[in-house]
């Protein structure tokens, strides 16, 4: 992928805004540093967070490299990602990523976390193992298809060994023991 100049840098200005803002809530929360009106508030924003991108969706498609830039798409796909109280933009947004994909013009791998995200959240077992439920007591990967395979599977996307996906959020999390206490239940991407 050779990117010059993104096509709509406004439209990467506020998905990287967005999506930092939204970086910044979540790590509060795996803190424990927010109340309840603090967190009330990271729902009304990812909600908001959500209709804009449906909207840039609507208006122009995945918005891969070419459109906002490698880092405007990686906000985007945050933004998707994190988009947990609608499975079914979730899904259609895991469909226009993989087409960006496909066209060169969006990483695999972002796709590959979405996918299985939005497998998670509807119940489904995910394929690449990149969902994991962080606690106290360890590290858990969310429902998984065929395990004896995944990290084929894995690699076919680019992504490392499970065994080190797993080693680097535990490292990740370990240094921070309040952190880890915090994250009982919450989902986490695997690196």
Request: proline share 7%; glycine share 6%; with cysteine.
């Given at each position: 992928m050779t990117i010059v100049e993104p096509q709509r840098p406004d439209l990467a200005r506020e998905l990287i805004a967005r999506a930092a803002e939204s970086a910044e809530h979540r790590a509060k929360r795996v803190r424990n540093q927010l109340d309840a009106v603090q967190l009330g508030q990271g729902r009304h924003a990812d909600h908001a967070n959500t209709k804009v991108l449906r909207r840039i969706l609507a208006e122009h498609d995945w918005p891969g490299h070419s459109l906002v830039g490698p880092d405007g798409a990686r906000a985007a796909w945050s933004i998707a990602l994190h988009s947990d109280y609608e499975p079914d933009f979730q899904r259609a947004a895991t469909t226009l990523l993989e087409r960006a994909v496909q066209a060169g013009?969006?990483?695999?791998?972002?796709?590959?976390?979405?996918?299985?995200?939005?497998?998670?959240?509807?119940?489904?077992?995910?394929?690449?193992?990149?969902?994991?439920?962080?606690?106290?007591?360890?590290?858990?990967?969310?429902?998984?298809?065929?395990?004896?395979?995944?990290?084929?599977?894995?690699a076919s996307v680019g992504?490392?060994?499970?065994?080190?996906a797993l080693s680097s959020v535990h490292h990740r999390y370990a240094s921070d023991h309040r952190a880890e206490d915090a994250l009982t239940g919450a989902l986490a991407e695997a690196a």
């Open positions: 013009d969006a990483l695999i791998q972002h796709w590959a976390h979405l996918h299985d995200r939005a497998l998670i959240n509807i119940g489904l077992e995910q394929e690449y193992g990149t969902q994991l439920l962080l606690h106290a007591s360890g590290i858990e990967l969310c429902p998984l298809r065929a395990p004896e395979s995944l990290d084929e599977r894995r992504l490392p060994p499970v065994a080190v």
